[in-house]
């Protein structure tokens, strides 16, 4: 099963279909994440049963074209508790992924939080957000993957630039994903979703 989102020229594959609803009319992808789901592997938990991370988050993927790419969204989340998040997900297999993500802090603020999981995953807090929503963005040039935040879609903040390495049998697919690690789940939109075949000529430069 695929499922086809406005502005995104390839399908996406769904990990479970039921959190998934799309608006066409509304150019709105939404997603229902449920109870203690996330994906994110401890750095703490390096070796028993935990090592293996939590990965239950309901994900939304497909494989880009090959090349550069930018593929941004406005994300909005009905914050209920810690962590609750919307999230655009760069995906090789359980163990090479990185996420950024619109999520709920410990102190009750929204934020941008960027994850890379090599193994296991680290964890970088990025700007407190003022409102309920934020314009995020995930890039590849060359082989160099870009993370982007915005306040009104046309400035962008650098967040991260990193590599992610993975087996050169596990090709990079991108997407959505929605989490709520300590609760008892939340819903997160995309609107505004855009996907260009362009790379960066300059990721500190706001554009």
């Not at 074209?65 to 609750?84: C, I, M, N």
């Not at 970088?124 to 935040?149: C, D, E, F, M, Q």
């Not at 879609?153 to 697919?173: I, M, N």
Request: some cysteine; aromatic content about 8%; charged content about 20%.
């Amino acid at each position: 099963m695929t499922l086809t989102v406005p502005g995104v020229p390839f399908p996406l594959a769904p990990s479970d279909a039921t959190p998934w609803s799309v608006d066409p009319d509304a150019g709105r992808l939404t997603v229902t994440a449920g109870p203690r789901t996330d994906i994110f592997v401890d750095p703490a938990a390096a070796r028993g049963a935990e090592a293996a991370g939590t990965l239950n988050a309901p994900r939304l993927l497909g494989r880009p074209p090959e090349g550069d790419f930018r593929l941004s969204a406005r994300v909005g989340v009905a914050f209920a508790s810690t962590f609750d998040a919307g999230v655009l997900l760069l995906w090789h297999d359980e163990r090479h992924w990185a996420k950024l993500c619109f999520e709920y802090s410990p102190d009750g603020e929204p934020m941008v939080v960027s994850v890379v999981n090599r193994e296991v995953s680290d964890d970088a807090n990025g700007p407190v957000v003022s409102g309920r929503s934020v314009w995020l963005r995930v890039s590849r040039t060359g082989g160099v993957l870009g993370y982007h935040a915005s306040s009104d879609g046309q400035r962008w903040q650098l967040v991260r630039l990193f590599a992610l390495d993975a087996p050169p049998d596990a090709a990079l697919t991108v997407g959505f994903e929605g989490q709520s690690p300590t609760g008892e789940g939340c819903v997160a939109t995309f609107e505004d979703i855009t996907f260009l075949t362009t790379g960066l000529a300059d990721p500190r430069d706001g554009s």
